[in-house]
């Protein structure tokens, strides 16, 4: 049984480089990991601040956002 | 052949919830995760400067320093 992490970006050079180590270093045997791109699905960018998302990159992981260096705040991603 | 990752912190809430989650993320199929505390070993403070540590908790991947959230400047760890 896997439990759900969720990892915000918006496509910048900090993102993908996050997204490809971090992201990328979770155990699979645990955890299903989605990306999703915020500037192009801004209709998501609501559920990520309720999960206390302030800025991109960033992983959800049990309920709790984790900021990983900055990329950009999440105020310029709203549609 | 696992690689070498290194979480850095000092102890703090925002470190500790950090190494809970996402340190224990990490797949240990593929890494090896040491954990440092900066507070306990200030002579490893050199080391995480050169590796791009600013603040902890932060996580070493592949060379590249990820600042998880933010607990406290690495100045303020200097022996």
Chains 1, 2 share one sequence.
Do not use: W
Not at 10 to 29: H, K, N
Not at 34 to 45: A, F, K, N, Y
Not at 61 to 73: C, E, R, S, T, V
């Amino acid at each position: 049984m896997t439990e759900k992490a969720i990892f915000y970006h918006a496509g910048c050079s900090v993102c993908l480089d996050a997204e490809q180590v971090v992201a990328d270093a979770i155990d699979p045997a645990r955890y299903d990991v989605e990306s999703v791109h915020l500037g192009e699905t801004p209709g998501r960018v609501t559920e990520a601040e309720s999960a206390g998302v302030r800025s991109v990159p960033a992983l959800v992981l049990g309920g709790q956002a984790y900021h990983i260096n900055f990329g950009a705040p999440i105020d310029a991603l709203r549609a």
